[in-house]
């Protein structure tokens, strides 16, 4: 690992770990709205969880952004995130869902940093609204709908 790599691996995991120590810090009797310590301690272990999963957001970001050789504001978790929210999919008439819009170059670049495309994606919607007319019909089958 040469020590350019090391210092990018290095400034990922000190972010989490800095979100983690200030989320820690605001945990108080009273903010953490739990009654029991099995409460608190499945808090702290989703936000562990999340911590991880923005790291490795974090560094699929870097790692593409690094090979573009440009720095682009949405390349960031926050931006990302919000950029890839706007993926969204609504009913038709004929109770089949599909894609609001088609996928944006924006989120196309984003979704290349984690090695998906748009087909991809538009593969998942068919594949959700699928399941979901399949459970709809079982709904009905069973006098649930």
């Not at 990302?80 to 109770?95: G, P, Q, T, V």
């Not at 089949?96 to 495309?117: C, P, S």
């Amino acid at each position: 690992m040469t020590a350019a790599e090391a210092l990018r691996i290095y400034r990922g995991r000190d972010a989490s770990e800095k979100l983690f120590r200030g989320d820690k810090s605001f945990l108080g009797n009273n903010s953490a709205r739990v009654c029991f310590d099995e409460a608190l301690s499945g808090k702290i272990f989703i936000e562990f969880v999340a911590l991880i999963l923005r790291n490795r957001i974090y560094a699929g970001l870097k790692n593409a952004q690094l090979k573009n050789d440009r720095k682009r504001n949405y390349m960031t978790v926050p931006a990302a995130i919000r950029e890839l929210e706007k993926i969204e999919m609504s009913r038709r008439a004929d109770n089949v869902y599909v894609l609001d819009h088609a996928v944006t170059a924006t989120q196309k670049e984003i979704l290349a940093a984690f090695g998906l495309d748009a087909d991809y994606v538009s593969g998942q919607a068919k594949t959700l609204s699928e399941k979901i007319a399949k459970s709809e019909k079982g709904d009905i089958a069973n006098g649930n709908g």
